[in-house]
């Protein structure tokens, strides 16, 4: 069982920046890939970013990559989702979400799913 808790988020103007923190409990952190989703107003979940086990491959959806950046330490259990350059349209629930599979980008593969913070970009 892995409890997630996701932290960080706010109120940024647009071309600002968040980091978004997410811990685990649980001793086996370090074995499940780590996943970043987001949740816009009316739509529906949709990927943001994973990493591996350890931390070495990152992958990011086409509307994040080169602004959103997703590191992981797993001493303190602990991923990151660092956003810099915010645009409106990344107004959204953003949920850490844990997987035992590997390069999965479908929610449903993910086992455990932290609570949700809330990120809000005014233009």
């Known amino acids: 069982q892995v409890q997630l808790v996701e932290s960080g988020g706010g109120l940024v103007q647009a071309g600002g920046s968040l980091r978004l923190s997410c811990t685990a409990s649980g001793r086996t952190f370090s074995s499940y890939v780590m996943g970043w989703f987001r949740q816009p107003p009316g739509k529906e979940r949709e990927f943001v970013a994973h990493?591996?086990?350890?931390?070495?491959?990152?992958y990011y959806a086409d509307s994040v990559k080169g602004r959103f950046t997703m590191s992981r330490d797993n001493a303190k259990n602990t991923v990151y989702l660092q956003m810099n350059s915010l645009k409106p349209e990344d107004t959204a629930v953003y949920y850490c979400a844990a997987s035992r599979q590997s390069g999965v980008v479908d929610p449903s593969r993910y086992d455990y799913w932290g609570q949700g913070t809330q990120v809000t970009v005014s233009s």
């Open positions: 990493i591996t086990w350890s931390g070495s491959f990152t």
